[in-house]
């Protein structure tokens, strides 16, 4: 099981950035057995209710929630979940926020957490961290294609996963 961030979910229905949008898509429409943390599902509704300013609708804000409902199993919360994010956040000096998703992960017993706010590990207590838009850039800054020398971007994070699914 694996779980992603709010950032891929923004990024999917943002289109101002087709680059991440398309790794986004890439990353929520493969099947990697993905689930939401509760607290993704919160972040998405504030995002939605900010656009709201700028004239998303508040019908479609919340079909864009039930939609996420609908599509991913979405994981609860418990109290000794925030017991192990207050121990995250003092031994690897993480935010709150990212020591409660972190430990969600952990207490579902999700295997890799796809995000790219969480930077400078890539372990956690057995959770793998990766952050799909880095790995992308950095194919995209070190790979060329043998026929045209241009960077294949639109394929690299796949690759990548499959080559690490195992690690």
Known sequence: MNAVDTNSLIYYMDRTNP???LIAGQ???KELDLVLPWQVLCEIGNCLRKLEQRGLPRADGRAILRTFEDEFTIL???LPSLELALDLQE??????????LVAACLSAGVETLFSEDITGYRN???LKLV??????????RNQRDSHSGKCPAV???PLWLSQHANQ
């Open 91 to 100: 031994r690897f000096s993480l935010s709150f926020w990212d020591a409660n």
């Open 27 to 29: 990353l929520l429409l």
């Open 124 to 126: 956690i207590d057995g």
């Open 76 to 78: 609860l919360p418990g």
């Open 155 to 157: 394929w690299t994070f």
């Open 19 to 21: 680059q991440k949008a």
């Open 131 to 140: 952050n799909p838009f880095a790995t992308v850039y950095w194919f995209a």
